[in-house]
């Protein structure tokens, strides 16, 4: 028999056990919620400390290598080069750069600007005087402007000596007759790198006219 507290009421046995059960649920249903609410609790926090992670994450810049640091400060550092400056000031080109087709095939190893006779020629850039002094018959002064690139004037008759430094736009030599004739007289400028000749166009402005094809590319 089961006694309800202050009542004095008894219950038969049966009816006991079943009020029992339900104590029993009941206590188990609440701990069960308590443990529910406790797990949330515990996601919920997680979840907190995971977004907190995140977030420092995004606001922390990656640790860059030592070697790929000071690479990348270089290139930063180190300006773009400037373009050559015309020698004689005028962009007009009468014959453009005809690649050879082999280091000892005929070409034009540059290109030719009309100017006069006496007409000053000035250094295309920075650098140092490698050579000044005739060649084949012709007077030319050649420059070092470092990192294998050399240009040469072809043909004048120079103001300078190997070995000067000379800065963008100093007169180096007067244009001569050689590499054209007194009855059309120009200036030849001749680029290489690293011992081979190169189109030094691309080394300059752009030309105010077209550059004028050889015979040899005339279409018709």
Same mark, same amino acid.
């Given at each position: 028999?089961?006694? =309800? ?16 059960? =339900?104590?029993?649920? %009941? ?7 308590? @443990?529910?609410?406790?797990?949330? @609790? ?7 400390? %995971? ?27 180190? *300006? ?8 004689? %000031? ?9 690649? *050879? ?9 540059? &290109?030719?600007?009309?100017?006069? &006779? /006496? ?11 490698? =050579?000044?002094? *005739?060649? @084949? ?10 990192? @294998? ?23 180096? %030599? ?15 400028? /001749? ?30």
């Amino acid at each position: 028999m089961l006694v =309800f507290p202050g009542s004095g009421a008894r219950l038969p046995a049966v009816a006991g056990v079943v009020v029992k059960a =339900f104590w029993m649920l %009941g206590a188990l249903g609440l701990l069960g919620l308590v @443990g529910l609410l406790g797990l949330l @609790g515990a996601l919920g926090l997680l979840g907190a400390l %995971g977004l907190l992670g995140a977030l420092t994450a995004s606001s922390t810049p990656t640790p860059v290598p030592d070697g790929l640091l000071d690479q990348r400060d270089r290139t930063a550092a180190t *300006p773009a080069a400037e373009p050559w400056v015309w020698p004689t %000031g005028t962009r007009v080109v009468e014959r453009g750069w005809e690649p *050879p087709s082999d280091d000892y095939a005929a070409g034009h190893r540059g &290109i030719d600007v009309p100017a006069p &006779i /006496g007409t000053l020629a000035d250094a295309v850039d920075d650098g140092t005087v490698a =050579f000044a002094g *005739p060649v @084949g018959g012709r007077s030319v002064v050649t420059i070092d402007h470092g990192g @294998g690139l050399v240009s040469t004037l072809d043909s004048v008759q120079p103001l300078v000596a190997a070995g000067d430094d000379v800065r963008q736009g100093d007169p180096v %030599g007067r244009v001569s007759v050689g590499h054209c004739p007194a009855t059309a007289p120009c200036l030849h400028l /001749g680029a290489r790198v690293d011992g081979r000749y190169v189109d030094p166009t691309p080394y300059l402005p752009p030309a105010e006219w077209p550059v004028l094809l050889p015979e040899s590319a005339w279409p018709g």
